[in-house]
């Protein structure tokens, strides 16, 4: 199993670009979750799915960010208008019982 | 409000000693604890976890302890090997309502084990 896939690596762009970020769980796994990497507050968890359905959005700062989930297979994070305060590592876990399982992140630079 | 915190952003230990990583919580209700790591450039990795009923759990050279009343686990490594150098996150679990399986996560601690 390839594990979770994540695109792009690393994207840099101007404030006031639109940002979508991607996320291809394990197949098999029926949660998925996204979280922001950030010095000062570590992992936090932005929104999270079972089975394909919004559980928890509380964690999505503002109503510029977005995420969908229109089948097993995928996920997007998006950003619009992004911010410089944006910047940061973007992480996408799927979970089995009680373990999750991280992509490799997305890092994002919003100048 | 941060549920569960790491107090100590980073640890320096030597090799082949004790490497001991603390995180507190506040929330009675998490019914399970995990630890994962993390090396940079990737994502975090599961390392050991806890259920609230266990008081320890061991697993090689990684032993987690869980004290519930204190709301304070901690990570112990033993002995401490170079490859271990990496960031620590502690997460705890909500086990009921609609969020079941969310997790929360600490800051992180930077473990560095120098030769």
């Known amino acids: 199993d390839a594990g979770v896939i994540q695109s792009p690596r690393h994207e840099v762009t101007e404030m006031g670009q639109e940002v979508t970020l991607r996320c291809k769980p394990i197949s098999g796994h029926n949660s998925l979750f996204w979280y922001r990497q950030t010095m000062m507050r570590g992992l936090e968890l932005l929104i999270y799915f079972n089975n394909n359905v919004p559980i928890d959005d509380s964690g999505m700062p503002e109503d510029r960010f977005s995420a969908k989930m229109p089948n097993a297979s995928f996920s997007t994070l998006k950003i619009q208008p992004s911010e410089p305060r944006d910047s940061a590592v973007y992480f996408c876990?799927?979970?089995?019982?009680?373990?999750?399982?991280f992509g490799p992140g997305t890092r994002l630079t919003v100048l | 409000d941060q549920q569960v915190k790491q107090n100590s952003p980073s640890l320096s230990v030597q090799e082949g000693r004790i490497s001991i990583l603390n995180c507190d919580y506040t929330n009675s209700m998490f019914d399970y604890f995990l630890w994962y790591k993390k090396y940079p450039a990737e994502g975090p990795t599961f390392l050991i976890s806890?259920?609230?009923?266990?008081d320890k759990n061991e697993d090689g050279r990684f032993t987690v302890f869980l004290n519930k009343s204190a709301k304070h686990l901690s990570l112990h490594i033993v002995p401490s090997q170079p490859g271990d150098s990496a960031v620590y996150f502690c997460a705890a679990r909500l086990g009921f309502g609609s969020n079941t399986g969310k997790l929360i996560f600490g800051q992180g601690t930077t473990l560095q084990v120098k030769p």
């Open positions: 876990a799927s979970k089995v019982g009680n373990e999750q399982f």
């Open positions: 806890i259920s609230s009923i266990k």
